[in-house]
DNA sequence: CGGTATCCGGGACGATACTG
DNA sequence: CAGTATCGTCCCGGATACCG
């Protein structure tokens, strides 16, 4: 990664390249995979997505789902009722993701008290 | 989350709690999947990930293979010759979850184009 | 209800230089 | 070969306040 790029910053040199590793840092982030997880059962409502998405932001909840829908893993429904209502909706190419986001999940799950013991080892023998 | 974590960093606060958001957060963070799947092989060493891994910095590396060398899902091998060699190599964990990694992957290439393709029609019709 | 605007601290990350 | 150290930048992300 050359130097170079003056004018342009990291985000934007990355992007054009477009390797599979920065298509993969979007889907797999930290919250988008919580939101299309939560997103896959149907239409979501945004407050919906706020109580499903433990420990989220309201602002980083808007910040992904504006990225996932730029990357077209999302569609915003828009309702122009009072008070308004929008849904948020899988695309197709999405819904052929989450089988993997799923299992990547469910291993979370068994294995994050083996991980917590893993951490509390190393940290013990490196810091006496 | 309660702003009575003085003194606590929001690192050390999350991995308190550890969450799956925040495992999930580890072992799909932007390289370590590329790390994962690059040592799925076999016993890889340093300078081989440096090339494996695409567009990673040394630096980088050295960070991410601690990170998972502490989580438990790499063991790291020192063998004390001239120059030296370290092994690294996926413990049962991680290749428990090499599948799903893979097929996250594969998914991404299959569809980088049309997530491209995606972003330029969304800046197109917002940013006119 | 479903956002946007602003502030700001801390972490992610590359560049560069040095080492056993 | 396989790192560590230091520095500087940019961005992630929470807190808070305001809006149609």
Redesign the interface.
């Known amino acids: 990664?050359s130097q170079r790029n003056i004018g342009v910053t990291h985000q934007e040199f990355v992007?054009e390249a477009?390797?599979?590793?920065e298509?993969?840092?979007?889907?797999?982030?930290?919250?988008s995979?919580?939101v299309l997880v939560a997103a896959a059962h149907g239409p979501v409502r945004f407050t919906e997505l706020e109580r499903l998405v433990?420990?989220i932001s309201r602002r980083m909840l808007t910040l992904t789902l504006r990225k996932l829908?730029?990357?077209?893993l999302l569609v915003r429904t828009v309702y122009p009722t009072v008070p308004p209502k929008v849904e948020y909706t899988l695309t197709d190419?999405a819904r052929?993701?989450h089988?993997?986001?799923a299992?990547?999940?469910d291993?979370?799950?068994r294995?994050?008290t083996?991980?917590?013991?893993?951490?509390r080892?190393?940290?013990a023998t490196t810091t006496p």
Chains 1, 2 share one sequence.
């Open positions: 990664m992007e477009c390797p599979i590793v298509v993969i840092d979007h889907v797999a982030g930290k919250w995979i919580g433990n420990g829908e730029r990357d077209g190419m052929e993701l089988e993997s986001l299992s990547l999940v291993w979370a799950e294995h994050r083996a991980i917590t013991a893993a951490r080892t190393y940290d």
